[in-house]
């Protein structure tokens, strides 16, 4: 049996949209005739569809309590397709449904209906199923990913405030360029007195900014941005740009913070999972979002493979070699590495919210003294030659 989605027409005429198993494609729309609905659009649900964070933690919180409850795995799915919190995914659930039942692994099947599972996703599943432990598996998976979500979603709000100062300096900009300043250029064209520098200066900068000089700049920037994505395409350039990342004055000390609190969190939940170490290095570099980290962490998890300490190793990467080695080595020490893993990322995650918040309460004043400090010359440059005229006509 496959499932397929459907829209078509009812005998009154209303659209219909919905799911229905069938054998094949023929069988469903005799099936579907049979209930008088009128066949437009008929496809399996196999393709591959987006399945973003939250979805997922709702997806993996749910499945797991149903499991805890005692429901085979293809009934807790097929409850989840008829669950209201599931509407916008019920298609992507009813393809994992199918696959699930026709003996592929819960990870295998995630893999196969959807781009956006994580190989450490799929790993920590595998580890949950040989160790017979899925449902365990799949309420950690929720926390983390719900963890994760909300690290985004302070950054993104820390950043409204500041993102709002910049909108409207550039509308401010933009009015007293392109509007006032030749407005009071044409009102001093039959004045004697000479414009001064700066509002000559601040005249050629809005009519570059206003005219083709924008359109230029503006092809420029996306010119720069294409053939910057190409480059970072090729594995050596990205990495480049991912260690001058780190070197970076202030946003380097955030950036390492973060990738530290990424591969903590993603090693403690591989660890509780019974993932090996080698493989849960590997996996915990990926997931740091930081090509050089994560090919680095691929070169490690060779040596731990031979012998090789988990802490030693860890300190050979330089973005995680300041404090992550010494807790790794206390839990290698006393048998709680994944307890002491958390407590790490616990840690970097309080030192990324801290700096989050003293970056974000530095830019804002900055921003403002910026765009004040804008404003205020494009005001001298309409006020000189009013002033310069005044004391012209005075004499």
């Not at 008829?82 to 995914?89: I, Q």
């Not at 780190?246 to 993603?266: D, K, S």
């Not at 680095?296 to 988990?310: I, M, T």
């Not at 804002?364 to 006020?383: D, N, R």
Request: with cysteine; hydrophobic share 50%.
């Amino acid at each position: 049996m496959r499932t397929f989605q459907y829209k078509g027409y009812d005998a009154q005429g209303r659209t219909s949209r919905g799911l229905i198993e069938a054998p094949s494609d023929k069988s469903a729309r005799e099936r579907l005739a049979a209930q008088g609905i009128l066949v437009e659009k008929l496809g399996a649900t196999g393709r591959v569809a987006v399945f973003s964070r939250m979805d997922r933690a709702m997806f993996y919180h749910e499945l797991g309590a149903l499991l805890d409850a005692g429901v085979p795995m293809v009934a807790a799915l097929d409850l989840l397709i008829t669950s209201p919190e599931h509407v916008a995914t019920r298609n992507l659930v009813a393809a994992l449904r199918d696959r699930v039942r026709d003996g592929e692994a819960l990870s295998d099947a995630l893999d196969r209906v959807s781009r956006a599972v994580q190989p450490f996703e799929r790993a920590v599943l595998d580890a949950g199923a040989r160790a017979g432990t899925v449902a365990a598996m799949l309420r950690r998976l929720a926390v983390f990913l719900e963890a994760q979500e909300t690290l985004r979603a302070r950054v993104q709000s820390a950043l409204i405030y500041p993102a709002i100062v910049v909108a409207m300096g550039i509308v401010v900009g933009g009015v007293m360029l392109g509007v006032l300043l030749p407005k009071a250029r044409e009102f001093l064209g039959g004045s004697s007195a000479q414009l001064p520098w700066l509002t000559r200066a601040l005249l050629a900068g809005g009519g570059v900014a206003t005219g083709w000089g924008g359109v230029a700049l503006f092809c420029l920037l996306a010119a720069a941005g294409v053939l910057g994505r190409r480059a970072l395409a090729q594995p050596r350039h990205a990495e480049t740009w991912d260690r001058l990342l780190f070197r970076l004055p202030v946003a380097g000390r955030g950036y390492a913070l973060l990738v530290c609190q990424r591969f903590a969190h993603t090693l403690a939940a591989l660890c509780g999972a019974g993932v090996s170490l080698v493989d849960g290095l590997r996996m915990a570099g990926q997931s740091t979002g930081s090509r050089w980290v994560a090919g680095l962490a691929e070169r490690e998890s060779e040596a731990v493979r031979h012998g090789e300490r988990l802490s030693d190793a860890v300190a050979r990467i330089p973005p995680l070699a300041a404090s992550l080695p010494g807790w790794i080595r206390i839990g290698e020490s006393g048998g709680g590495l994944t307890e002491l893993l958390e407590r790490a990322a616990e840690r970097y995650e309080g030192q990324w919210e801290r700096f989050v918040g003293r970056s974000i309460a530095l830019l804002e004043p900055l921003l403002i003294v910026l765009i004040g400090g804008f404003v205020l010359t494009v005001a001298l440059g309409v006020l000189l030659p009013v002033l310069e005229m005044t004391r012209v006509l005075g004499k």
